[in-house]
Every structure is written in C-alpha cells, then in structure tokens.
C-alpha cells in the first residue's frame, strides 16, 4: 500500500501523525498529510450515515476540510461489456474536455459531445502498485498541471450508465429541490477513459454541503484540498486574479480552472495531497475547494451528503443565479424551493433583498432576535431591551458562548493539553521575544488546541508589542512587516472582543462545525457598534463563571502549572442533564488549599491514638508535633508556603486516569533533582480507621512516634490540591516524605507508592506490568 495510504483503522485521526505541508513548498517527507477512516458498505447506503458525521466532528478532518476513507467489504465492481453500457446523454453529461495553460492555471474546457465515444471493458485493470511519498505526489500532480494532456479527451462526468453501488445523499438533502438533482440527489459517475490522466477543476460543492467520492477500478486519483482556514484568503486572490469574478459563492467554479501548486504555494494558501486507490474513496467538508488528477483511467462514484442537523441556508453562502456561466449551477429557488421570499429573489435577480421578520413584543431572548433556541442551549441568554434588540449575528455568538457545544470545546482543550504525549510547554522567559517565534511555530499544528493557541499567543503578542518598541521585536524575530502587522491585528482584535472579560477567548468558537456555524470571521468582522453590544449581552455571573474557568486554564499555559476542575469526571458522563446551577459550580476551577484541614468538633469522639507520647496533649492536631517542622526542624516556619520553580503538569494516562507529569524549563533536562521536594500533599484530617476502602485517604504514620500505627488519615477526597492525583508504581520516582527518592527528568510521570498491600494481587503499575512480561506472563 503507498506510504501516503497509511492502513485504515478506527484509530481517532488526532492519534495519528499528520506531516502540515508547508503551503508554500513541497511535502518533505513520508508522512501522511491526510487522516484515514475505515467505513464499511453500509455507511454509504445509509441516510443517517453516523460514520461520516463522526469524521467531519474530527479536529484533523477540520483542520484539513478532508479526510482518506478504505472501505473493506465494497462489492467488486461489475464485469460489463462495452456494448451493454448506456450512451452519456451530452445534454446531462460532460463528455469531452480539453486543457490550456495560461500563466500558473489551467483552463478546463468543455468540447460539447459530437466527438466519438469508445467504451473499454470494466473493470479497468489496476494502476501501477507503488509506495507514492507526498513529495512523489507533488511531482505527479504538478507535472501534469504544467503539461496537460493535449487535444480532446474523454471523461465521462453525469448520471451513472449502468448499475453500480447504492449511495444515499441523506434524507435532509434528499428532501431539497422540486426533483432529483443528479448528483447531489442521486449519485454521480466520473469515468476517464482518455487513457491518460485528466483534471478536474477546483470546486466547493453546492450550498457548502459534504461530498464523498468512492474509486471503484483502474489507476489512482489525487485529490487536492485546500485548508478550509485558507478559503477567505484564497478567494480574495482568486477576485484579484479574475476582476470579472461572479459574485457567488461558486465563481471559483465558474472560472473552470486548475491552479499549479507552486501558484497555491506562492500565495502562502496552505494545502494537502491524498493518494486514492480502488476501494478507497475520500469525503469532503463543507466549504472545502478540492481538485482531481487522475492517474489514468479509472471509474469513481461520487454523491453529496447532507445531514439533519445542517442549516436550511448554509450562513454565508450566496447562492447562483440565472446569469451564472454553466450548465450545472443550483440557485436558491432549486435549493430552498418553499420559500416565497427566495423565488421571488431568484426571479428579480435582487441578491440583496432580505427576508423580513415578523414583530415581536416581550424581551425574551428566546423571541427575537436570531434564530429558534435549540436543544443545545445550556445557559439562559441575558434580557435586553427589546426597543433597541442587538443585531442577529451578535446575539449568534452569544447564543454559542452559552451553548453546551462550547462547553464541550473547552473540555477538549483541557483534554488536549493532558493528552499524555503532549509536552506543550514554551521554554523561554516570560518578556523573551524568541518565546513568541517558537509558541507560533508548535501551536499551527492540526488541532483544535493549536488553533486556539494560536489565538491565544497572537493576543499575548500584541500585548507585548502594544507595549515595546515593534521594530526592534520585529528584527529579533527575522519576520517581514507583512507578517509582524498579520498577527498584531489579529491579537488586538482579540484582545478587544475578551478584554472586559478575561478567559472569554477558551469559549469562542475555533472551527466553523458547530451548531451555530459561527467562524472565525464572525469575530473579526463584528465593528466597534456590534463590539459595545455583545459586552452588553454577556455582563452577567453566568459569563464571569465561565470566564473564571477560561482564565485559570489561560494562566496554567503561561508556565503556572495545571489546575483541577470540577466538572472533569463529572462532566463525561453525566447519569442526569444537568441545571444551569450544576453546570456552573462544574465549571469552577477546584482553588486548592494550602494547609491541611484539621475540624476536631466534626469528630468530637477522635480517639487518642495509642501510640501517642502520654507528654504530648490530646486531644491535639494529629500532625503537630512538639518537635517542630519534620523538613526544618523549627518550631515555626515558612516551609509550607514555599516557591517551587515547576509545578507538574496534569496528564491522563490511560486506564489510570489523570496523573501528574514532571515539567522542566527545557525538554530533557531534569525537573527535580534527587533529595528535591516537589511540593506538598494537603487533606482533611480525620482519625485513623475512619476510610477504609478509599482511595483518597492516606494512612499517616509519624516518623517521631515509635509505632507503625497510623495516627491519622488525610482524606484527599473532597479537599485537596493537584498531589492527590500522584499515581502509584512500585518502582516510584517520589514517596511523600521530605526528600526526593531519584532525579525526575523533564515529561516523565510522577508516582509514589501507596505500600505493597494497598492493591493486594491485582497491581497494575507499570513497574509490575514490566516483572510479568520478563517473566513470560501476560498483564491484565
């Protein structure tokens, strides 16, 4: 199978390694630039078609508006002789192309359907079987593109000429239309029988819905996407590339070109290369520009797809009209053909006519203005004087910071940054410049962590900018004025949508998948007028909660440390819906304590432990001593408050859950030398026997007193700090003394051992892990 074509499984596409092409260069290595997803028949002739909705909800499939599918139980495709095939009706179908080069494009044009058809038997035989690098991509793909084929060649694109593999488009987008649209109702065949390769010109689909294109015999395809995070850019080149431009959202269509790589490439717009083979197939994004080369000749089925939960008019898009160029384009009479207000536009012609609201009386935020409340509101939307309603698109976004689709995005960054092979951390002082150079380098990653990192280090950086000389910083940096006033605006921009309210940015939207289909230019296109009124709409306690959440998470990534949440555990798998108030006291930050708890009239029965000195008083806190401070020896002291340089990071570590992970300044240098103290394990002290089956209470046995007998238990249950999180190994590197028991490097987990019976026989440390496998057995 080709390196490109990494075997399919249902690995999640963000546990996979993914090579960010830079845009303006060839791939420069071996690694897969696209996610892979196994599929099975089924999800193809489903209307529901749950896979698909799974991979476009993943954060690489986003990142790169599309994804690699390998399918494992497709029928073969059928044995037809030429003379049983159905003759292309040229009226429906494209039949004959041809291809000019002009400048960095090429122009693909349709030759109309006189010339003669010849059928070759199918299935097509394979194409070559190899190991295709990107960069082997790359070169294939631009070598045709700067030599394409010449004359007229045959590729059959329109309504299928013979039976072959069920596809359903999904009943919403079955459901569009007066009829069957062929192609986005019904599927659609693409058949080159040139006998070398062909293009395909760069497109989106219809009304931004999904596409799915299946490779059903013969040589490979190429596909090529842009990054969806491109497209507003990149359309802005295109205008200025083509002055005489539609003013739809399909023009790019309309101009029926292909672009060489390098031009993608010199104008910085990021993209990616996925090699598909028979049985393979790859699946779109909304709003993803993709083009084809194909290998040869080959026979793909492809349809569109659309599922229930997607708007009735995609936000943003406009749709064509009858003085569009083409044969093929769909307006907004054929997409939403119930609505009198659309005809009546698409009849007029008028694109800037709007659809007019009904009066409304009453304050309710669910009444006017925006769109129905929907099942994923969690939080009440602040009232407001209904004499002077904020616009629609401001009360959009308040309507998705409240959303429980925000909440789960803010869970996910939490998730992301503790993921266990995640070392994020930025090595440099706090006011260095070369800080901002390497955060922006490590956060333009394929994830939605790195992009809200990226928005979070551009607003830092106009904070630092806003506050030093920019032309020294920029000479620091080695970064052109271009891009230094790039991510200036951006930082600023955020800064002044998040400013009043500090961790607001953790609940802004960071793709354009969410039930509101807010994007990234909804923020940066509000004015100072919708800036005024969406502070207004979020001074309540319900934002200063979430902000609260927001910042403590902001601050554990500027170096200090990690902090706990309440709605961790609870917030996966709620047993019931949680109320507003729940949801709220969930998202608090847990602020951990700072001395143990020590309540004794909650325990007004507190034995005396019977190894406690008859000279020492009681009743008496448990861990005070009359021999003073056990690290310093003094009576009173400081020790507790100390400042430790690191603080550990909160990782998850598989079937063991959270855990703590040693951080240093760089990676690979020790974080805590042997005889260091990390820190200090707090709780509530309760006498000993009090938990017995716990595992948050700890057994506390004094060095000072002669006996093994505990003379308490610190409950780390329900008050306590990250140490609570430490896991066990019976080969630890920490126990909870004052001193270190080895040296912690940078990245490694931290563990102490509970005692060699707190587990009995079914320890499954790592350490123990490691003795069965030496010893040929097999771990549970």
Not at 104 to 120: A, M, Y
């Amino acid at each position: 199978m080709p390196a490109n074509d990494m075997p399919a499984n249902d690995m999640p596409a963000n546990d996979m390694p993914a090579n960010d092409m830079p845009a303006n260069d060839m791939p420069a290595n071996d690694m897969p630039t696209v996610p892979v997803f196994s599929c099975c028949y089924q999800d193809l002739r489903s209307p529901i078609k749950d896979r698909f909705n799974e991979i476009c909800g993943d954060p690489y499939a986003q990142k790169y508006g599309l994804a690699k599918l390998q399918f494992g139980d497709l029928p073969p495709c059928p044995v037809i002789n030429p003379g049983s095939i159905n003759r292309p009706d040229p009226r429906v179908s494209s039949l004959h192309f041809s291809y000019e080069r002009t400048g960095d494009f090429i122009t693909v044009i349709e030759r109309g359907g006189r010339q003669k058809l010849t059928f070759p038997e199918l299935p097509h035989p394979e194409g070559e079987k190899r190991n295709w690098s990107p960069k082997e991509l790359w070169d294939v793909v631009e070598s045709t593109l700067e030599h394409p084929p010449s004359g007229i060649v045959c590729y059959i694109i329109g309504t299928p000429l013979f039976n072959d593999i069920e596809m359903h488009p999904g009943d919403k987008l079955k459901r569009r239309g007066t009829g069957e649209i062929p192609g986005v109702h019904t599927p659609y065949i693409y058949w080159n029988i040139s006998g070398g390769p062909t293009i395909t010109i760069l497109h989106r689909e219809d009304g931004d819905v999904c596409s799915f294109n299946v490779v059903r015999s013969g040589a490979g395809k190429v596909v090529i996407a842009i990054e969806p995070n491109d497209n507003k850019r990149f359309e802005q080149l295109m205008r200025k590339e083509c002055t005489d431009a539609m003013s739809c959202s399909q023009f790019v269509r309309h101009l029926s070109c292909a672009p060489l790589l390098k031009k993608l490439g010199t104008w910085g717009i990021a993209y990616h290369l996925a090699h598909i083979g028979p049985d393979q197939g790859f699946l779109t994004l909304p709003g993803t520009y993709h083009m084809v080369v194909n290998l040869g000749n080959n026979l793909a089925m492809a349809i569109n797809f659309e599922d229930n939960t997607s708007p009735n008019t995609p936000q943003g898009y406009k749709f064509c009209i009858s003085q569009c160029p083409g044969r093929h384009h769909i307006t907004e009479a054929q997409w939403n053909p119930s609505n009198s207000e659309v005809r009546k536009r698409a009849a007029t012609g008028d694109r800037n006519a709007r659809l007019k609201r009904k009066k409304t009386s009453g304050c309710a935020a669910n009444d006017e203005p925006g769109p129905k409340e929907t099942d994923d509101q969690v939080f009440k939307i602040p009232s407001f004087n209904p004499k002077d309603p904020p616009l629609g698109h401001v009360f959009r976004l308040i309507k998705g910071i409240f959303s429980k689709a925000s909440i789960d995005q803010f869970q996910l960054l939490v998730s992301y940054k503790r993921a266990p092979d995640n070392n994020f951390r930025f090595d440099d002082d706090v006011d260095s410049v070369s800080r901002f150079a390497k955060r922006l380098a490590i956060v333009e990653q394929n994830s939605i962590f790195g992009t809200f990192m990226l928005r979070f280090t551009q607003s830092q950086l106009a904070r630092m900018l806003d506050s030093t000389k920019r032309g020294s910083i920029r000479d620091a940096l080695g970064w052109k004025p271009k891009q230094l006033d790039h991510y200036l605006n951006r930082g600023r921009k955020w800064n002044r949508i998040c400013d009043p309210y500090n961790g607001l940015l953790c609940f802004l939207f960071l793709t354009p998948h969410n039930p509101y289909e807010i994007s990234h230019d909804d923020y940066h296109n509000m004015d100072e007028d919708d800036i005024k009124a969406f502070h207004q709409l979020l001074d309540s306690d319900v934002t200063r909660s979430l902000c609260a959440a927001g910042k403590a998470f902001q601050d554990s990534l500027k170096g200090a440390g990690d902090i706990e949440f309440k709605w961790e555990t609870i917030h996966e798998a709620p047993t019931t819906p949680l109320s507003e108030d729940d949801m709220l006291s969930h998202l608090q930050p847990c602020q951990p304590i700072t001395e143990n708890v020590h309540n004794p009239a909650k325990y007004p029965e507190w034995p005396r432990p019977s190894s406690w000195p008859e000279e020492w008083d009681w009743p008496a806190n448990p861990l005070e001593g009359a021999t003073g401070c056990d690290r310093c020896k003094e009576m009173a002291c400081d020790c507790f408050s100390q400042q430790f340089e690191f603080r550990p990071c909160i990782k998850r570590y598989g079937v063991k859950g959270l855990g703590l992970q040693a951080t240093a300044r760089s990676h690979g240098q020790i974080a805590y030398r042997r005889g260091a103290v990390i820190g200090y394990l707090f709780g509530e002290i309760v006498p000993a026997g009090t938990y017995t089956n716990d595992r948050w209470a700890l057994d506390f046995v004094r060095s000072d007193v002669d006996d093994e007998e505990p003379v308490c238990q610190l409950y780390c249950g329900l008050e306590s700090n990250s140490f609570r999180l430490l896991n066990h190994d019976c080969s630890p590197v920490a126990c909870f003394i004052e001193r270190k028991v080895s040296d912690i490097y940078d990245g490694m987990e931290i563990t102490v051992s509970y005692g060699k019976d707190f587990f009995g026989d079914g320890c499954s440390c790592e350490t123990c892990k490691t003795r069965m496998i030496t010893h040929g057995l097999q771990p549970e």
